[in-house]
T-cell receptor, first 114, second 112 residues
Framework: AQSVTQLGSHVSVSEGALVLLRCNYS??????LFWYVQYPNQGLQLLLK??????LVKGINGFEAEFKKSETSFHLTKPSAHMSDAAEYFC????????????FGQGTRLTINP | KAGVTQTPRYLIKTRGQQVTLSCSPI?????VSWYQQTPGQGLQFLFE???????NKGNFPGRFSGRQFSNSRSEMNVSTLELGDSALYLC???????????FGPGTRLTVL
């Protein structure tokens, strides 16, 4: 079985500060890992994904994440927060074959302080 | 390409009624998945269809059902609605080559 734990349901940072959203996963098979962002009253938008290969993954809007197998982690970072980054972020895992069924973490609401 | 579309966007029903939600995937995508999002339970997988066949199913009661048509459009149905069915229902279509799911804007269902 697979599961995802996002540490911190709410994270608040100042504009221009580092953003760090934590995600740990559990998977009995090599996983695919994803970060999605959700703005109010909208669906989910893919920020980045890890499938195979390079463990440091760059995504849209300046976000990146590093897959650390030894720590079973896939933390999301952005060097400098922008007001437009305020949203809810979801980490998700799927089995390596096909990514048909995503298992999501509970989400982290990111607030940016001016 | 147009994105995933879901209709209706908002829906209000009363307990005991049934509801049908519709999802049109991105052109060329043959796999459609449905998820339920609630404040308490978060995002939970309902089911996935590929070429008109249900391939995966989440842990939901039989009141939740779905189908997929030959043009890949999908519908999900919830019968005998309960208050706890109030949620945002998200549909996603999958790009097989990219191993990515693209989500629609969702249908917000309120059960009174």
């Amino acid at each position: 079985a697979q599961s995802v734990t996002q540490l911190g349901s709410h994270v608040s940072v100042s504009e221009g500060a580092l953003v760090l959203l934590r995600c740990n996963y559990s998977s009995s098979v090599p996983p695919y890992l994803f970060w999605y962002v959700q703005y109010p009253n909208q669906g989910l938008q893919l920020l980045l994904k890890y499938t195979t290969g390079a463990t440091l993954v760059k995504g849209i809007n300046g976000f990146e994440a590093e897959f650390k197998k030894s720590e079973t982690s896939f933390h999301l970072t952005k060097p400098s927060a922008h007001m437009s980054d305020a949203a809810e972020y979801f980490c998700a895992v799927s089995k390596i074959q096909g990514a048909q069924k995503l298992v999501f973490g509970q989400g982290t609401r990111l607030t940016i302080n001016p | 390409k147009a994105g995933v579309t879901q209709t209706p966007r908002y829906l209000i029903k009363t307990r005991g009624q049934q509801v049908t939600l519709s999802c049109s995937p991105i052109s060329g995508h043959r796999s459609v998945s449905w998820y339920q999002q609630t404040p308490g339970q978060g995002l939970q997988f309902l089911f996935e269809y590929f070429s008109e066949t249900q391939r995966n199913k989440g842990n939901f009661p039989g009141r939740f059902s779905g189908r997929q048509f030959s043009n890949s459009r999908s519908e999900m149905n919830v019968s005998t609605l309960e208050l706890g069915d109030s949620a945002l229902y998200l549909c996603a279509s999958r790009d097989r080559d990219l191993n990515e799911q693209f989500f629609g804007p969702g249908t917000r269902l309120t059960v009174l």
